[in-house]
């Protein structure tokens, strides 16, 4: 049997215990089955025990440390109303692994559901719920599943609530991504649609269907394609162009010219994921280059450890960046 080398100093495990107000509390963080358990033993490889009201985590010190932060955290959202799941319960013990500290207790966004709230889950989604506070255009710039529209969304509608605003605009380029726009059943705006329908998800995950209806019918709220910006002037609205490294140059200098008074605009998109014909420049890319610096516009970066799908969808992203890398190599030195 092999020794254990005498001059490493192993740390003896230790034992910590988080106890719950309530049956409804323990519930909602246990999750259904256990679940949400069994993901913070495979985040930090600790034994988790749960009890009637109570939770006992036992492992190496360190690891022990972090997943009570988990657990405490959980008890907070709780708290505030936000919903537990599974892929919140990941998102949490992926920022206090990922930061080796308590995570950052940022502003939660009220939005129109009673007692549930959106707040961000990452460093960089609290950078990004910051600058959309402080500045009147906002670009946010990252890979998918990051949450730039998820979290622009949230605020839009949060500053409706609020009366900050009377209108929300959501605004896509209908740009082909290997489909035929034209070979689409019914007329164009059901040819649009299905270009608009991640902006319809996240109306609809944060406002009941028969409000939804009412402000939509209304003019309160309207999603359209980027092309029917042209000539309007927006006053009083928060305005989010989505999936912005599809539109022109000019197409981008147009809608940031829709600004009016007492209005917001956030602009998000991920130049690895340009569906522009070959030649055309991303309009993304042209704003960033000409108006970075200018006061009262923020640049907001959002990285791979921002993404808070499905953990495969991390893997996936990294993947397709080594292989990116891989054909650029291999095209520069062949």
């Avoid at 726009?181 to 406002?207: E, S, T, W």
């Avoid at 959002?302 to 990116?324: G, T």
Wanted: charged content about 30%; some cysteine; hydrophobic content about 40%.
């Amino acid at each position: 049997m092999r020794k254990k080398d005498s001059n490493i100093h192993y740390d003896p495990p230790i034992q910590r215990e988080v106890f719950f107000d309530n049956q409804e509390e323990t519930r909602a963080v246990f999750g259904i089955e256990d679940r949400h358990l069994k993901v913070v033993k495979k985040a930090f490889e600790v034994s988790v025990v749960g009890r009637h009201d109570n939770v006992k985590v036992k492992g190496a010190p360190e690891a022990v440390e972090r997943a009570e932060r988990t657990f405490l955290e959980l008890r907070r959202l709780y708290a505030e109303g936000v919903a537990i799941t599974p892929g919140e319960v990941e998102s949490v013990a992926e920022a206090i692994k990922s930061e080796g500290g308590a995570t950052e207790s940022p502003e939660k966004i009220e939005i129109f559901a009673k007692q549930v709230y959106v707040r961000p889950k990452t460093p960089g989604q609290v950078a990004y719920v910051k600058a959309m506070r402080r500045h009147d255009i906002v670009f946010s710039i990252g890979v998918a599943g990051t949450g730039k529209t998820y979290l622009a969304v949230a605020m839009a509608v949060s500053a409706l609530k609020k009366r900050q605003v009377r209108r929300l605009i959501l605004v896509r380029p209908a740009v082909e991504a290997g489909e035929k726009l034209g070979f689409l059943p019914g007329d164009i705006q059901a040819k649009v649609n299905p270009y608009l329908r991640p902006l319809y998800d996240a109306l609809h995950d944060m406002m009941d269907y028969g409000q939804l209806r009412r402000y939509m019918e209304s003019d309160i709220i309207e999603v359209v394609p980027l092309a029917y910006m042209r000539g309007r002037t927006l006053n009083d609205s928060f305005i989010i162009l989505d999936e912005a490294q599809n539109c022109t140059a000019l197409q981008m200098k147009m809608f940031l010219t829709r600004l009016g008074m007492r209005s917001r605009s956030i602009i998000t998109g991920d130049i690895s994921q340009v569906d522009l014909p070959v030649g055309e420049r991303s309009g993304l890319m042209e704003a960033e280059r000409i108006l970075k610096g200018i006061e009262g516009i923020s640049f907001v970066y959002l990285e791979k450890r921002d993404i808070v799908r499905h953990a495969l969808v991390q893997s996936i992203v990294e993947a397709y960046d080594r292989d990116d890398k891989k054909n650029a190599s291999q095209a520069r030195n062949g």
